[in-house]
T-cell receptor
Framework: DQQVKQNSPSLSVQEGRISILNCDYT??????FLWYKKYPAEGPTFLIS?????DKNEDGRFTVFLNKSAKHLSLHIVPSQPGDSAVYFC????????????FGQGTRLTINP | GAGVSQSPSNKVTEKGKDVELRCDPI?????LYWYRQSLGQGLEFLIY????????KSGLPSDRFSAERTGGSVSTLTIQRTQQEDSAVYLC?????????FGSGTRLTVV
């Protein structure tokens, strides 16, 4: 049972444009959501998070939006840069901490010059 | 990732052989996780160590998998009688507050 789903395995965006990565979840108990970024041959690194009490969190070029009624969150990157090319994982937790993190399958983002 | 060293980085083994994967936290942390990423799949939780508490083994896929953490530091994940479906990247992670810091992983290929 895939509780966190990233339905797009890959996404290609032109440099300078907006990248939008989507994530859906099924467990209504999830209250904390994170995005991780992974380069080849490296472990994932934390990018941005959002608590269920908010619907938007912004950090520089990165913004995460949470729609609790739709059980959907998205990551916006604008403007997209070549260094943003990586695999992005959405993750969710039901207890607000790392222990119960459930990850999506990941979306490979490619930024084209 | 900073603070977590994993070895080997790559391992090719024959089906049926046992393998041992190592996670070496550079700095002392009480909480350590093992995850794996299979092709086309998300990161799958395997096991969690927290201090002297009994580990949470709820994510281990079968009894062929085991892990230990000696002295609250180095951890080893052992897979006995490996199968082709065990092929994946195995990641060790340390807990920083609510977040995880991952090692670079061990890519295991069972042939």
């Amino acid at each position: 049972d895939q509780q966190v789903k990233q339905n797009s395995p890959s996404l290609s965006v032109q440099e300078g444009r907006i990248s939008i990565l989507n994530c859906d979840y099924t467990n209504s108990m999830f209250d904390y959501f994170l995005w991780y970024k992974k380069y080849p041959a490296e472990g994932p690194t934390f990018l941005i998070s959002i608590s269920s009490i908010k619907d938007k969190n912004e950090d520089g070029r990165f913004t995460v939006f949470l729609n609790k009624s739709a059980k959907h969150l998205s990551l916006h990157i604008v403007p997209s840069q070549p260094g943003d090319s990586a695999v992005y994982f959405c993750a969710a937790s039901a207890v607000g901490g790392a222990q119960k993190l459930v990850f999506g399958q990941g979306t490979r983002l490619t930024i084209n010059p | 990732g900073a603070g977590v060293s994993q070895s080997p980085s790559n391992k090719v083994t024959e089906k049926g052989k046992d393998v041992e994967l190592r996670c070496d936290p550079i700095s002392g942390h009480t909480a350590l996780y093992w995850y794996r990423q299979s092709l086309g799949q998300g990161l799958e939780f395997l096991i969690y160590f927290q201090g002297n508490s009994a580990p949470d083994k709820s994510g281990l896929p079968s009894d062929r998998f085991s892990a230990e953490r000696t002295g609250g530091s180095v951890s080893t994940l052992t897979i006995q009688r490996t199968q082709q479906e065990d092929s994946a990247v195995y990641l060790c992670a340390l807990e920083w507050g609510d977040l995880l810091t991952f090692g670079s992983g061990t890519r295991l290929t069972v042939v």
